[in-house]
């Protein structure tokens, strides 16, 4: 038998075989299994944590304002006036830090007249107006300090505005709430799932707020001591994810 013969012999058997094995062989109890790669099961809560703080600061905005038939003479009047208020602010303790020049605006008004029965406009007196803003860190003399800028010259004032100033140490303490919160919301999913908790995988940190509102006492309006610095809510929100076996 040659060697050609001989090799198609061996692919006539090769084929035999294969085919009796397609026919004969339980393909349907072979168990192959499966590979991918999947997720551990996870949970991913929301946790939440708030604290309500007495308000830390308040700001106050006092303006000047002066009309005058003379550009220059209606500027350095404002001028003095708000330096007037600036250093009566010093006097009543705030810091040179705490006080900001807002903004000098200086318009020429116009003036509408009848001439040979037409309107007409000419030039007319001077506007002069200055503002400064000041940060009263003891905030239980926001009324007295309102009083003393509207003594002080003050054409205007607007204000308080009670806020917090420095909430970082209390969003610290809060952040360990706000995770306690998100595990106990997670072992109650857990536990409907009849699963247990293993460990936290991932926190990320949300947005921080302080939401405050001025409070008054009954009759007190915005000036004297009827002025209360009220509270605030610091809060602190976290997503957490974690694993569960």
């Known amino acids: 038998m040659n060697h050609k013969l001989m090799h198609g012999v061996l692919i006539v058997v090769v084929i035999i075989f294969l085919t009796l094995i397609c026919f004969f062989v339980p393909w349907k109890m072979v168990h192959w299994g499966t590979v991918a790669l999947a997720p551990a099961g996870t949970v991913t809560v929301t946790g939440y944590a708030e604290s309500k703080e007495k308000n830390q600061i308040a700001t106050f905005t006092a303006g000047v304002s002066v009309t005058k038939d003379n550009k220059e003479a209606a500027t350095a009047e404002v001028n003095t006036k708000i330096k007037a208020i600036i250093e009566a602010a010093n006097e009543f303790g705030i810091k040179a830090e705490d006080i900001k020049t807002e903004y000098i605006n200086v318009y020429q008004n116009q003036e509408q007249y009848y001439e040979d029965n037409r309107q007409k406009t000419r030039p007319g007196q001077w506007n002069v107006s200055n503002s400064a803003s000041f940060i009263l860190r ?34 610290n303490a809060l952040l360990g709430n706000a995770i306690s919160d998100a595990r106990k919301k997670a072992e109650l999913v857990a536990k409907a799932a009849g699963k247990k908790l293993k460990g936290i995988v991932s926190v990320a940190e949300g947005a921080s707020s302080g939401q ?11 000036g004297g001591g009827g ?19």
């Open 138 to 171: 003891d905030v239980e003399r926001a009324g007295s300090f309102a009083d003393t800028l509207s003594r002080a010259g003050a054409t205007n004032v607007n204000g308080p505005q009670f806020s917090m100033d420095n909430t970082n140490d209390i969003e």
């Open 227 to 245: 002025l209360q610095p009220g509270t605030g809510e610091v809060t602190k929100s976290v997503t957490v994810v974690i694993e569960m076996k």
């Open 212 to 222: 405050v509102f001025p409070m008054f006492r009954e009759g007190g309006g915005g």
